[in-house]
């Protein structure tokens, strides 16, 4: 066994066995990090032992922080986890809270204390949680009040369970007894730091190990190549930071490089944009949906402060970066990142962003596109995302290890092309692919075309199953941009849309008109939700076309 500075060895004797990672890169000089070391030291530390604990750190609707704040907190905070709640080091921390000061506080004291942050998302619900708790083995968590329901539920039956709330008088009176101060324990590069539960767009969750050097991995590759932010700039965004999308693009980065960040508890698409012109943020992460919402109020925010906006979690629609272009002058990073990989591994910086594309792998990384068998595919080719880098999949005791990790090469389940510039191009998750009449349909490539049509405000398509044919048909869930105009009419006038711009067999067979479309907490549709309820519809009669139950026949 690895030497470690745990002394709770759960995470660790978990990990898959060795020969069951992916092979792990380390070819840039800014990788080559030392045998001991905790990540809360670079990113946060640093800042006040050389002097700039005064700079603005974190920026919230009830005041702002400087990094000396954040730096004291986050001791104090320790301080309470070893001394008063017994956290010893490789614990593993339930923190649970929307995105507050608090919580990033939380999170580097886990960190310091050597334990292992576990960043719940703040909409789960009990038996979420409990699944979070038993799969971890979790005894202790830190917790806003406001949130307190849902864990209690989850967990009173949890024997030595311990949980300190804030935003009450529970852990900041701990803390205003505790010493600003506090020696971090001095973890391995290796140690565990975080455990990150994936969104569950496909079903089960699953627990992402990662390691403290992981965690400055993603800054030293993504953050420091394509994001190239300034220490001046003010960051912001929408997802929660417990999802690593949120947790790099709203902690990591900002603190790697001395910049601050706007936390906002509630980021919907009107809220970020009044946030945005309100507060003069720079850099901006969202989903590609919030995008699209934005762009319509444009004319109504003023956010000529914008230098840096990043979209990843769904494919970004050339329609959406277009038009996000053209109303802002901006150009829309787009990225591919994964919970397992911890963050973004392909993106392009603006210089060479192309309407469309994800872009190329991140310096540090190496992509290509495999056939089934892992063999590569000629350019052009259609084939299975795989990808190398500093970070990879370590799944906690799970065997779905087997299926992302296979000779070294991490699969993230998506359908790719390369082009012969060295561009990537997004198909679809391989689960996405249609199987409709023996042609291969692409989801998300149907999904574009409909998304450029006035009325579709957002659409999903998924297969159907057609048991007697032994095949699928492609049907589309959509939601309209004008509910009054949702109808048969409709329906047939965004086949014909369809058909008109890709190959007919590509249009949906179906349309039905939705109120919304599934979504995870983090902006993810659920497709595999859809996929459940096609199954499950009764069958439709062939040509029909369905609106919110009401089935019309198509012309």
Not at 149 to 168: G, I, K, M, P
Not at 351 to 358: H, K, N, R, V, Y
Request: glycine share 8%.
């Amino acid at each position: 066994m690895a030497a470690t500075a745990h002394v709770d060895t759960f995470a660790a004797d978990r990990l898959p066995a060795r020969d069951r990672w992916p092979e792990l890169l380390f070819t840039l000089p800014e990788l080559r990090y030392p045998e001991r070391l905790n990540c809360a030291d670079r990113l946060l530390d640093r800042h006040v032992r050389d002097g700039s604990g005064s700079r603005r750190c974190i920026v919230s609707p009830s005041g702002t922080w400087s990094y000396r704040d954040l730096f004291e907190a986050a001791n104090r905070i320790a301080r309470v986890l070893a001394e008063d709640l017994g956290v010893v080091p490789g614990n593993r921390v339930l923190l649970r809270a929307p995105n507050t000061p608090m919580l990033a506080a939380c999170w580097f004291a886990v960190v310091k204390a050597g334990a292992i942050a576990v960043t719940a998302m703040p909409l789960y619900r009990s038996s979420e949680l409990r699944a979070i708790v038993d799969k971890a083995q979790i005894r202790h968590a830190l917790c806003d009040i406001r949130l307190a329901e849902d864990l209690r539920a989850a967990t009173d039956d949890v024997e030595s369970f311990q949980t300190s709330y804030f935003n009450t008088a529970d852990l900041e009176e701990r803390m205003q007894r505790k010493a600003p101060s506090f020696e971090n324990v001095a973890t391995y590069a290796h140690d565990v730091a975080i455990i990150a539960f994936t969104s569950g767009t496909t079903g089960k969750p699953k627990a992402a190990v990662h390691f403290h050097r992981d965690v400055l991995a993603t800054c030293d590759t993504y953050g420091k190549h394509v994001l190239q932010a300034k220490p001046d700039h003010l960051f912001t965004g929408s997802p929660p930071l417990g999802f690593t999308f949120g947790l790099g693009g709203l902690l990591l980065f900002p603190l790697n490089i001395g910049a601050s960040t706007l936390l906002l508890e509630k980021a919907a698409p009107e809220p970020l944009m009044q946030a945005l012109a309100e507060y003069k943020a720079n850099v901006v992460f969202t989903a590609p949906v919030a995008y699209r919402a934005m762009a319509d109020m444009t004319a109504k925010y003023d956010v000529s402060s914008l230098a840096k906006c990043v979209s990843a979690g769904e494919t970004l629609p050339p329609a959406t970066w277009n038009v996000w272009h053209e109303r802002t002058g901006l150009k829309i990073l787009d990225g591919i990142g994964s919970t397992e990989m911890l963050h973004i591994f392909i993106g392009s910086p603006e210089e060479s962003a192309i309407p469309g594309s994800t872009g190329r792998a991140v310096p540090g990384y190496v992509a290509e596109i495999h056939d089934e068998n892992g063999e590569p595919v000629v350019r052009e080719s259609i084939g299975r995302l795989a990808v190398k880098g500093p970070t990879g999949c370590r799944y906690l005791d799970d065997e779905r290890q087997a299926g992302y990790v296979q000779n070294g090469w991490n699969y993230p389940g998506d359908a790719y092309r390369q082009d012969e510039h060295g561009c990537f191009w997004y198909v679809a998750r391989t689960d996405d692919m249609i199987i409709a009449a023996g042609y291969n349909v692409s989801g998300p490539e149907v999904e574009q075309v409909l998304s450029t049509h006035p009325l579709v405000r957002e659409c999903a398509v998924v297969g159907k199953p057609v048991p007697e044919k032994h095949t699928n048909l492609v049907k589309a869930y959509v939601v309209p941009a004008d509910d009054k105009k949702a109808g048969a009419a409709l329906a047939a006038e965004l086949q014909e849309f369809v058909r008109g711009r890709i190959a007919p067999f590509k249009a949906p067979r179906e349309v039905e008109f939705v109120a919304e479309l599934p979504r995870t907490e983090t902006g993810k549709v659920q497709r595999f939700r859809l996929r459940e309820r096609a199954a499950q519809e009764v069958a439709t009669p062939s040509g029909a076309t369905c609106v919110e139950g009401i089935r019309f026949e198509r012309p």
